[in-house]
C-alpha cells in the first residue's frame, strides 16, 4: 500500500522568462494548513520526480509522529529546479523561482535545501526574493516564535570537527539505520565494508558516521568518478578535500587508492551501498553488477521500482529512503518546535533513538508481513495517516 493515494492537492509548472527553464512545486497534502518539503535543482528535474519527491516527504512526516512529542508533523511537498546547479544563471533563477513561489511559501510550504542546493544558497536566495525565512509558514504553528527562531539559528550555528551540525544530522541518521540492520542481521560493525555514492552533504555525513562506528568505507563516487581502496579509505582526509559540490581534489588521494569509472562503486566489493547522490541511480540493468547485501537509499529515490523488485528477488534488501534519510527534516522541527536543544550531543542521540526505532520497527514489520521493507514503511504510515488526519485534518 502507498500512502497517500489521491492526487496531490496542488500540482503547479512555472516557466522562468529569463532562460526558458521550467520549476515545480507539488503539495502533497497540508496538516493543519502547512507541508514541508525541500527544493532540489538539477539538470533533467521533472514533474513527476518532484511529485514522487512529495509524496514521500507526507510519508517521512507521518513517520516521525510521536503524540508526546511538541513537534506535529506538516503535510508534504516538494519543489524542483530543471538547471545544472553550476550553470552561471542557476543563482538568478532560483531567486526568481523564489518570487515567484512567494505565496505559497509565505502561507503553506516551507522549503531548504535538497540536491543541488545548499541550505545558505537558499536563504540567501529567499532573502533577496523578499522572503523572511524559507520556512516561515510554519511560524504560526509555533508557541514561542521568537525563542523557537533563535533555537534553531543557534542550532545551525553549531560545528562539529568544522562541519556545520545541519549537515551531519541526516549522515547520522544514515548510519544509524545500516547499523540498526547490521545488529538486527547479528553483523559485527568491523570488517562491514561500505560503498557510498556521492560525497556531499549527506554522503559525506554518512562516511564520517561509519567510519568512526567502525565499518570500513572501500569506495566512495563523486562526480569525477569512483575512490576505491580495498583495505579503506581515509574519509576524513577526503571530507577535508571536498569542493562546494562534493568533489574531492584528487591531490588527497593516497598512493594506494584506486580512481575508477564513475560507476564502480556499483559493484564495489561491499557488504553495504549508500545511493546518496541522485534519483534513478540503480535500474534494472546495473542491478545486476551489485553484490551488496544492504542497499540503504541516503538519496530521494535512487532505486527505481523495478529494480528493487530484481534485487528483492536475489536477497539484497533495500532500506527505502522515506525512513532512511528523513533524520534532517525531522531534525529541523524537533528543534523548532523545541523537542531538543541547540545541541550537536542532543541531536545526534535523538536522530539515532528515532532513527534505530524506525528501522526497528519497518524490519520487525516486513519478516512478520513477508514483504519489502518499502512495503512495510508504508504500511506502517498507512496505519498513522488516519491518526494525524483525525487529531489535525488534512486541508486545515
Same mark, same amino acid.
Given at each position: 500500500?502507498?500512502?497517500?493515494?489521491?492526487?496531490?492537492?496542488?500540482?503547479?509548472?512555472?516557466?522562468?522568462?529569463?532562460?526558458?527553464?521550467?520549476?515545480?512545486?507539488?503539495? #502533497?497534502?497540508?496538516?493543519?494548513?502547512?507541508?514541508?518539503?525541500?527544493?532540489?535543482?538539477?539538470?533533467?528535474?521533472?514533474?513527476?520526480?518532484?511529485?514522487?519527491?512529495?509524496?514521500?516527504?507526507?510519508?517521512?512526516?507521518?513517520?516521525?509522529?510521536?503524540?508526546?512529542?511538541?513537534?506535529?508533523?506538516?503535510?508534504? $511537498?516538494?519543489?524542483?529546479?530543471?538547471?545544472?546547479?553550476?550553470?552561471?544563471?542557476?543563482?538568478?533563477?532560483?531567486?526568481?523561482?523564489?518570487?515567484?513561489?512567494?505565496?505559497?511559501?509565505?502561507?503553506?510550504?516551507?522549503?531548504?535545501?535538497?540536491?543541488?542546493?545548499?541550505? +545558505?544558497?537558499?536563504?540567501?536566495?529567499?532573502?533577496?526574493?523578499?522572503?523572511?525565512?524559507?520556512?516561515?509558514?510554519?511560524?504560526?504553528?509555533? #508557541?514561542?516564535?521568537?525563542?523557537?527562531?533563535?533555537?534553531?539559528?543557534?542550532?545551525?550555528?553549531?560545528?562539529?570537527?568544522?562541519?556545520?551540525?545541519?549537515?551531519?544530522?541526516?549522515?547520522?541518521?544514515? $548510519?544509524?539505520?545500516?547499523?540498526?540492520?547490521?545488529?538486527?542481521?547479528?553483523?559485527?560493525?568491523?570488517?562491514?565494508?561500505? $560503498?557510498?555514492?556521492?560525497?556531499?552533504?549527506?554522503?559525506?555525513?554518512?562516511?564520517?558516521?561509519?567510519?568512526?562506528?567502525?565499518?570500513?568505507?572501500?569506495?566512495?563516487? +563523486?562526480?569525477?568518478?569512483?575512490?576505491?581502496?580495498?583495505?579503506?579509505? #581515509?574519509?576524513?582526509?577526503?571530507?577535508?578535500?571536498?569542493?562546494?559540490?562534493?568533489?574531492?581534489?584528487?591531490?588527497?588521494?593516497?598512493?594506494?587508492?584506486?580512481?575508477?569509472?564513475?560507476?564502480?562503486?556499483?559493484?564495489?566489493?561491499? #557488504?553495504?551501498?549508500?545511493?546518496?547522490?541522485?534519483?534513478?541511480?540503480?535500474?534494472?540493468?546495473?542491478?545486476?553488477?551489485?553484490?551488496?547485501?544492504?542497499?540503504?537509499?541516503?538519496?530521494?529515490?535512487?532505486?527505481?521500482?523495478?529494480?528493487?523488485?530484481?534485487?528483492?528477488?536475489?536477497?539484497?534488501?533495500?532500506?527505502?529512503?522515506?525512513?532512511?534519510?528523513?533524520?534532517?527534516?525531522?531534525?529541523?522541527?524537533?528543534?523548532?518546535?523545541?523537542?531538543?536543544?541547540?545541541?550537536?550531543?542532543?541531536?545526534?542521540?535523538?536522530?539515532?533513538?528515532?532513527?534505530?526505532?524506525?528501522? +526497528?520497527?519497518?524490519?520487525?514489520?516486513?519478516?512478520?508481513?513477508?514483504?519489502?521493507?518499502?512495503?512495510?514503511?508504508?504500511?506502517?504510515?498507512?496505519?498513522?495517516?488516519?491518526?494525524?488526519?483525525?487529531?489535525?485534518?488534512?486541508?486545515?
Amino acid at each position: 500500500m502507498t500512502a497517500p493515494s489521491t492526487a496531490p492537492l496542488i500540482t503547479l509548472t512555472w516557466t522562468d522568462h529569463v532562460t526558458g527553464r521550467p520549476g515545480f512545486l507539488v503539495v #502533497d497534502r497540508l496538516v493543519r494548513g502547512v507541508s514541508s518539503g525541500g527544493l532540489r535543482m538539477r539538470e533533467g528535474c521533472t514533474l513527476d520526480e518532484v511529485a514522487g519527491l512529495a509524496r514521500g516527504m507526507t510519508m517521512k512526516e507521518a513517520l516521525h509522529y510521536n503524540p508526546e512529542g511538541r513537534y506535529i508533523p506538516l503535510g508534504g $511537498a516538494k519543489g524542483g529546479i530543471d538547471c545544472d546547479p553550476q550553470d552561471p544563471a542557476a543563482y538568478g533563477l532560483l531567486v526568481r523561482y523564489l518570487r515567484a513561489m512567494r505565496p505559497y511559501i509565505e502561507n503553506f510550504w516551507t522549503t531548504g535545501e535538497d540536491l543541488g542546493l545548499s541550505q +545558505d544558497l537558499v536563504d540567501r536566495a529567499a532573502t533577496e526574493a523578499g522572503l523572511v525565512s524559507s520556512i516561515q509558514a510554519v511560524y504560526p504553528l509555533l #508557541d514561542d516564535e521568537k525563542s523557537a527562531r533563535s533555537r534553531l539559528a543557534d542550532a545551525f550555528a553549531v560545528e562539529v570537527d568544522g562541519i556545520g551540525l545541519d549537515e551531519l544530522v541526516g549522515g547520522c541518521g544514515v $548510519a544509524e539505520s545500516v547499523l540498526a540492520a547490521l545488529d538486527r542481521a547479528g553483523v559485527s560493525h568491523p570488517g562491514t565494508r561500505v $560503498a557510498v555514492q556521492g560525497l556531499g552533504t549527506m554522503g559525506g555525513a554518512t562516511a564520517r558516521f561509519l567510519a568512526r562506528a567502525g565499518l570500513t568505507v572501500v569506495a566512495v563516487a +563523486d562526480i569525477k568518478g569512483t575512490i576505491e581502496n580495498r583495505d579503506g579509505l #581515509d574519509v576524513d582526509a577526503l571530507l577535508a578535500a571536498r569542493d562546494a559540490y562534493g568533489t574531492v581534489d584528487r591531490a588527497a588521494l593516497r598512493p594506494a587508492d584506486r580512481e575508477l569509472p564513475a560507476d564502480a562503486w556499483l559493484s564495489a566489493d561491499a #557488504d553495504v551501498l549508500v545511493p546518496a547522490a541522485v534519483s534513478y541511480a540503480i535500474d534494472t540493468t546495473n542491478q545486476a553488477r551489485i553484490t551488496a547485501r544492504w542497499i540503504v537509499e541516503a538519496a530521494n529515490m535512487p532505486v527505481l521500482a523495478e529494480a528493487e523488485d530484481l534485487l528483492a528477488a536475489r536477497g539484497v534488501l533495500v532500506l527505502p529512503d522515506v525512513v532512511v534519510n528523513s533524520g534532517t527534516n525531522a531534525w529541523w522541527w524537533w528543534t523548532l518546535f523545541g523537542d531538543i536543544g541547540a545541541d550537536a550531543d542532543e541531536a545526534f542521540a535523538h536522530t539515532r533513538r528515532s532513527m534505530r526505532g524506525l528501522i +526497528d520497527r519497518m524490519l520487525a514489520r516486513a519478516e512478520a508481513d513477508g514483504t519489502t521493507p518499502r512495503a512495510a514503511a508504508h504500511a506502517i504510515v498507512a496505519d498513522r495517516l488516519p491518526v494525524i488526519a483525525e487529531r489535525f485534518g488534512w486541508y486545515r
